[in-house]
């Protein structure tokens, strides 16, 4: 079983917004961990969205928009990224990430269409 | 503005060597730890290799333990990756990255064929 997993796929209308989940394995408390999020375009290398552990402990990434934001789901034991507004310049892979056992783990990533 | 550039990235007989560079420019290399993190084709993200900022502390993933090395140079802000005993398992674009992954190269492609 992955450390973290993502659905591997959401579908949203333009303008809707989309949680993106990021289950982590039981056993990982989810309270005890930044979240981090990276958006990877289609060719492109992966971009920093942005980090939340708690609301007063998070980070928007460098130009990152706000409609880009983290939260966490503590009963489901998952990190969540929602956008807002969706456009279909957000098409893209998304990925979590927590260090754990002095290791970076990714998620397995989500791909959002916007359709 | 912050740049990252890889290089070295080739096609690789099984058991061959390789060693990947990145060079980093517009900003302080020596304040940031340094990772490499790799993409097999049509796959998700698989981070590697793990530096301290005076690279005085290093980690990797499992996968790769014991055949590969990552170093730097802070006098030529750069970062290195040899890599050994490849398989085909180790296809893949291999980006450098800084901190926790809030910038990253546009990658080196790593082929392991016979």
């Known amino acids: 079983q992955a450390v973290l997993t993502q659905p591997s796929s959401l579908s949203a209308s333009p303008g809707a917004s989309a949680s993106l989940t990021c289950t982590l394995r039981?056993?990982?408390?989810?309270?005890?961990?930044?979240i981090y999020w990276y958006q990877q375009k289609a060719g492109s290398p992966p971009q920093y969205l942005l980090r939340?552990?708690?609301?007063?402990?998070?980070?928007?990434g460098s130009g990152v928009p706000s409609r880009f934001s983290g939260s966490k789901d503590a009963s489901a034991n998952a990190g969540i990224l929602v956008i807002a507004g969706l456009q279909s310049e957000d098409e893209a892979d998304y990925y979590c990430?927590?260090?754990?056992?002095?290791?970076?783990?990714f998620g397995t990533g989500t791909k959002v269409s916007v359709l | 503005q912050e740049h990252l550039v890889e290089s070295g990235g080739d096609l690789v007989t099984p058991g061959g060597s390789l060693r990947l560079s990145c060079a980093a420019s517009?900003?302080?290399?020596?304040?940031?730890?340094m990772s490499w993190v790799r993409q097999a084709p049509g796959k998700g993200l698989e981070w590697i290799a793990y530096?301290?900022?005076?690279?005085?502390?290093?980690n990797y993933a499992d996968s790769v333990r014991g055949r590969f090395t990552v170093s730097r140079d802070n006098a030529r802000n750069s970062l290195s990756l040899q890599m050994n005993d490849l398989t085909a398992e180790d296809t893949a674009l291999y980006y450098c990255?800084?901190?926790?992954?809030?910038?990253w190269g546009q990658g080196t492609l790593v082929t392991v064929s016979s």
């Open positions: 990255t800084r901190g926790t992954f809030d910038f």
């Open positions: 517009g900003f302080t290399f020596s304040n940031y730890s």
């Open positions: 530096i301290s900022s005076r690279g005085l502390y290093s």
């Open positions: 039981s056993g990982i408390n989810v309270g005890s961990y930044r």
């Open positions: 939340y552990k708690s609301d007063s402990d998070k980070q928007q």
């Open positions: 990430m927590i260090w754990h056992n002095s290791a970076y783990l």
